[in-house]
């Protein structure tokens, strides 16, 4: 991976925690529009690299919005298997080769294990639409040809929590298995419930994270009706640019993030190799509008601090916070504004960043993959740059890690991730030692 790490730092909570109550990650996988590994997403992240460019999937040609952040080059068929590729929507495929990532990165052999040990592993993981590209052909087909030119497979292709039970029957795994679905917030959500299903001792192991491929003239369309996305179709990679005074809207991404979370106790009996702790999440909703986050931050204000209170860290040893940011006027000040009110004087220590600049938001999938940057900024003491930055804009004045990465300790790290419906989430991942 890029960039030498740092030495490690010393952990800063959770010590006088029992090792069953203690969950660290062991594995992660990526599937994203900068690579299709978290190797690749991370060099690219600390280059600097823009997703962004003209949409493939579709002719897009006359629309509002012209360009994404698309996954390229992704082969599912020689990932999978045609048989199985075929039965399955790419939000489902990105999922699958994600989790298989994360799992061999963990150095599990799921194969290896007895029934009662599959038993307490299990898979939490969601996405935001599900199939919306299965959704899309087969009304086409429903109503140019009929229902009984439908696939067979619409159903298992569609829904959201297929991804995790395609995950369990690839390894046999006969834990927990169901999926959030929280918009924006999905990838977030299903790590804190992975997290909490492990302290309540009902698995030992869990596969989590969030995938989306919204890539098709539904899904696109959908955000550019609601006049969401950014318009700057002359210059695509430099259209995601949070907390510029010049952003217009975000730019739509796709891809899927996994890791693999277990007890600190059985992650040590096994010798396995620990990227960070998960420390403590927090949640809440504004409880103000559908799409609108509330004007002064509320409920980001409140996941954070529910955040903080769950991991025992105290404000000042947060060292980076990957924002939401999505390039949106009223979403970057709001948040901006809360990390002004929960952070107080401290907030000017942060370095804060949004690596949705580079990946465009990846809907569901964002939480997941922007944990894997935060634990991989601990990992390395580097924190990944925002990109695009031209403008300042006075309502958003925090010190972000604009432009170019930064070299910097990083023992804590934050990972904010808010979705439509007023859903908000914040993770907090600490160094373990």
């Known amino acids: 991976m890029a960039s030498a790490p740092h030495a490690r730092p010393p952990a800063v909570h959770h010590a006088s925690l029992p090792p069953s109550a203690r969950v660290v990650v062991t594995g992660m996988g990526a599937v994203t529009p900068l690579g299709l590994s978290v190797d690749a997403f991370w060099d690219a992240l600390v280059a600097g690299t823009s997703g962004a460019a003209p949409i493939t999937s579709f002719d897009a040609t006359g629309w509002s919005t012209t360009f994404a952040c698309e996954v390229k080059g992704f082969d599912p068929i020689a990932r999978l298997g045609r048989k199985q590729a075929n039965r399955m929507d790419p939000y489902a495929q990105y999922a699958l080769v994600a989790a298989i990532e994360a799992v061999e990165d963990a150095g599990i052999d799921f194969a290896a294990l007895s029934r009662d040990e599959r038993e307490q592993a299990g898979v939490v993981f969601g996405s935001g639409f599900g199939g919306i590209l299965a959704v899309q052909q087969n009304a086409k087909s429903l109503f140019d040809d009929g229902h009984r030119r439908m696939s067979p497979f619409f159903v298992p292709m569609m829904i ?28 977030n959500h299903n790590i804190a419930d992975a997290l909490h299903t492990i302290r309540r001792g009902e698995a030992d192991v869990i596969v989590c994270g969030g995938s989306e491929a919204a890539m098709c003239e539904l899904g696109v369309g959908a955000f ?24 217009d809207g975000f730019v739509m991404g796709e891809g899927a993030g996994a890791l693999v979370l277990e007890s600190l106790e059985r992650a040590l009996a096994r010798g396995a190799r620990i990227y960070a702790e998960v420390a403590g999440v927090g949640a809440s909703a504004d409880a103000h509008h559908m799409t609108a986050p509330h004007p002064e931050g509320l409920g980001a204000r409140l996941a954070m601090e529910r955040a903080l209170a769950a991991s025992g860290i105290a404000r000042d040893e947060i060292d980076t916070v990957n924002m939401h940011g999505t390039s949106t006027g009223l979403g970057d000040a709001a948040e901006s504004a809360a990390i002004r009110t929960v952070f107080g004087d401290h907030a000017d220590s942060l370095t804060p960043t949004s690596t949705k600049s580079m990946t465009g938001h990846m809907l569901g999938a964002a939480g997941a993959a922007e944990a894997i940057a935060s634990i991989l900024a601990i990992t390395h003491g580097v924190v990944p740059p925002t990109i ?3 403008q300042p804009d006075p309502d958003c004045d925090l010190p972000y890690a604009f432009n170019a990465a930064v070299e910097r300790p990083v023992r804590v790290a934050m990972s904010n991730a808010f979705g439509f ?13």
């Open 388 to 390: 695009n930055f031209s």
């Open 224 to 247: 550019a009706a609601s006049r969401a996305l950014s318009t700057r179709n002359d210059s695509p990679e430099t259209a995601s640019r949070p907390f510029d005074a010049t952003r």
């Open 421 to 433: 419906g007023g859903h908000n989430t914040s993770a907090i991942f600490a160094a373990y030692e």
């Open 160 to 187: 959201p929590d297929m991804a995790a039970g395609l995950i369990a029957m690839r390894y046999g795994l006969h834990g927990p298995n169901h999926a959030v679905v929280s918009a924006c917030a999905t990838g």
